[in-house]
């Protein structure tokens, strides 16, 4: 589970580096723009949406429990 979700936010990280090296690369010496830095940051959206849906479904079946934040000292 742990690992799952660790996979998760690397592939989030990783996929919102690709966008800023494709945003400062591309439109260079006269060069068209290509939507990498779109694709990249759709995919970013689209890893970060279904992490959230996996922690839902998690908690949903019981893999997951809430641990809230401890009001006694």
Not at 19 to 34: C, Q, W
Not at 42 to 66: C, D, E, N, T
């Amino acid at each position: 589970m742990k690992i799952l979700m660790a996979l998760a936010f690397v592939g989030i990280l990783g996929a919102l580096a690709s966008a800023g090296v494709f945003m400062l690369r591309e439109g260079r010496d006269g060069k068209p723009k290509t939507g990498n830095m779109m694709r990249a940051l759709a995919a970013r959206v689209a890893i970060s949406v279904a992490l959230f849906l996996f922690v839902l479904l998690a908690w949903y079946m019981g893999w997951i429990q809430p641990k809230g934040i401890p009001v006694s000292r």
